[in-house]
């Protein structure tokens, strides 16, 4: 099959590219709000694109109202993001973390995922997560006609836990979750 993709409708190309680019790792992103409420949420619009500096970039897209999503507004106004991988026995919280919460409520609190305040200048970590990066905001791509937002992250400081040599992390498949 040889096509312009414009010419796929949108069902096929979610079915294609989310074959073709699999298994997308998830991460959890936490963010704080100006008022400290700690915002978790999962991507797997995201992934390293550079090492020198440490660069990462998601895809966020905006609430059905069309404002920001808590995370895009959050690094936005802060410059700051902490980046966690998500293990598979955190599988249940990461979906339930994807729920639409008001910017006052914190997934932390609301569905139990712990966190720890490792450095002042940054959000905090998720406990169980066995890597953390944490960025600051580099930038955004604009002048896409896009359902996502593309952000630029630059990793800043990292913690790796003990058992990091046997990683495991939650992706995103085309027939739904998996371990990468």
């Not at 003990?162 to 085309?174: C, L, N, R, Y």
Request: proline share 5%.
């Amino acid at each position: 099959m040889t096509k312009n993709i414009t010419e796929i409708s949108e069902s096929e190309k979610k079915d294609i590219f989310y074959t073709l680019v699999s298994p997308r790792p998830i991460a959890w992103i936490v963010t704080e709000s100006k008022s400290g409420v700690v915002n978790i949420a999962p991507f797997s619009f995201y992934n390293l694109i550079s090492t020198k500096p440490v660069t990462l970039m998601v895809a966020i897209g905006n609430k059905l109202d069309g404002t920001p999503k808590d995370t895009l507004r959050n690094i936005r106004e802060t410059g700051k993001a902490t980046i966690c991988n998500v293990i598979p026995a955190d599988l249940e919280k990461m979906k339930k973390s994807g729920e639409s919460l008001s910017e006052n409520e914190s997934e932390a609190e609301k569905f139990g995922i712990e966190t720890e305040k490792t450095f002042d200048d940054f959000p905090p970590r998720i406990i169980n997560s066995t890597s953390s990066i944490f960025c600051t905001f580099a930038g955004e791509m604009e002048g896409l006609q896009s359902k996502t937002i593309p952000l630029f992250l630059i990793g800043a400081k990292l913690h790796l836990g003990d058992e990091v040599s046997e990683i495991q992390q939650i992706a995103t498949t085309k027939n739904g979750y998996g371990e990468c």
